[in-house]
């Protein structure tokens, strides 16, 4: 996650770079350039919902595994025990019969 924040934030930096370069060295009116503006600065917003959308899909298919994991695991955990139950019941029952006597 920390990557991709990274990612991002370069991405923001790249960004702001190119803008005020654009705008320093633009042969625009000024009506021109507050239009280019705004144009990126919609094209950002657009790249944004996108990504956002994205990460939220990622996040919510992690989500996902994460709790069939959990399930899973829990349901092994059950038939452990219940196992380990079981096992303990048959040797108290094994112990509890009396010994057959043995022929001399």
Do not use: C, H, W
């Not at 021109?32 to 919510?60: F, N, P, Q, V």
Request: charged content about 35%.
């Amino acid at each position: 996650m920390e990557d991709s924040t990274n990612k991002l934030s370069f991405f923001f930096l790249g960004l702001g770079i190119g803008v005020a370069v654009g705008i320093l060295f633009a042969p625009k009116s000024g009506q021109e350039t507050r239009e280019l503006i705004r144009s990126k600065a919609d094209e950002g917003k657009d790249y944004l919902k996108r990504r956002g959308e994205t990460l939220r899909d990622s996040a919510t298919e992690a989500i996902e595994k994460g709790k069939s994991a959990i399930t899973r695991q829990k349901e092994q955990l059950a038939a452990a025990v219940e196992a380990g139950r079981q096992a303990y019941r048959e040797t108290v029952a094994g112990a509890e019969e009396p010994a057959e006597p043995r022929g001399i």
